[in-house]
């Protein structure tokens, strides 16, 4: 279903500056199933339900709370948005752009990506890092089919370096100072919700891929679309269909993400005290 999402965007830009003025943001973070603590490094922080921001979702995932906050780190102006809308939530997936599009329009320059994602590295488990370097696309989609919106961005969209080499860069820098281990690796976009077979992940496996979720993909795509430099860092919660002992569920994902979530908050605030510098 094609919407125009302008009038959405223009209405939730002057929804949020009515609430923190005329300060613009330099960088969002959308925290991904669990991660939402992150919201707790925000100083002189001010909320917003997604439910007073016109055109934005309401999650219907278990730990994707709706909000919108804005405050600073590191004396960088930020939004942390708890809660994405999927995929495979149906025709109002449309809402993730109306999301991405509005912290672009607010000033933003970067966004930073975060999602509970599994391993099929058997030596990468459930807690650690990883930074995606790449992505591949196993959606059956993209969020950029149906008319142009020549407002946000281009018709063609360019993906060679859509997870931006430079913040890569300073952000392994972080994970070297703080002691983090931080791994690397290619992503594959999931639609779900269903989790994947074994075959299905020997496939991804033999397609390079060696992380798996079921997000991150559609939003990268929007916000290259619009200009925004992007970074992204998975919270492993679990090995992989096939590969563990555990049963894959929600609430599996959701108790390893919290663990992985400390040293992100520490690698997240690392790097802010870092784009400082740059913005």
Known sequence: MSIDTSPYVEQAVKAVQAKI???????ALVAGSGLGSVANLLINSVSISYADLPGFPAP?????????????????????????????????????????????????????????????RLEVGAGELVMITDHINFMGGNPLVGPNEDKFGPRFVDLEDCWDPELRSI???????TGIPLH????????????????????????????VGMSTVPDNIIARHCGLRVLGVSVITNLACGLSPKKLSHELTMAEAEKGAAKLI?????FLSKLAVLV
């Open 60 to 120: 219907g995932v278990h730990g994707h709370k709706g909000q919108l906050v804005f405050g600073e780190i590191s004396g960088v102006p930020t939004i942390v948005l708890m809660g994405r809308i999927h995929v495979y939530e149906g025709e109002e997936s449309w809402r993730l752009k109306v999301m991405i599009r509005t912290m672009r329009a607010l000033g933003c320059d970067f966004l930073f990506l975060t999602n509970a994602a599994g391993s099929m």
């Open 21 to 27: 003025g005329n300060v613009k943001p330099k960088l």
């Open 266 to 270: 520490v690698l997240f605030e690392k």
């Open 171 to 177: 952000l392994r820098s972080c994970a070297d100072e």
């Open 184 to 211: 690397e690796a290619v992503f594959a976009g999931w639609m779900g919700p269903a989790f994947e077979t074994p075959a299905e992940i020997r496939m991804l496996t033999l397609m390079g891929a060696q992380t």
